[in-house]
């Protein structure tokens, strides 16, 4: 079964809600929403489909996200600031 995302409707639904369990948004729309939330005051956020509160979300599916949308939360590489010089 594909779950599909309730707002952008074209990616994957892989957040998925708990404790009530459902999967209903993907990634994408669900940072969009949770930032629009925070700004509202709108929290907590409440499921689409049984409008419990949704007090976590947890990354369902392959738990392995690509560099390129989790670089955000890394913090900066500091490995070029160790210049040793040696006379």
């Known amino acids: ?4 995302c309730v707002i952008c409707v074209n990616a994957k639904a892989t957040m998925q809600t708990s404790p ?8 994408k729309c669900f940072v ?16 689409v489909i049984c409008r419990a509160k949704i007090l976590r ?14 670089s955000w939360s890394m913090p900066p590489s500091s490995t070029h600031h160790h210049h040793h010089h040696h006379h």
């Open 32 to 47: 969009k929403t949770i930032q629009m939330a925070v700004s509202q005051r709108l929290l907590p956020l409440r499921c």
């Open 57 to 70: 979300l947890k990354q369902s599916g392959n738990t392995a996200l690509p560099n390129s949308s989790s």
């Open 1 to 4: 079964q594909e779950d599909e």
């Open 20 to 27: 009530c369990g459902h999967r209903v948004v993907c990634r």
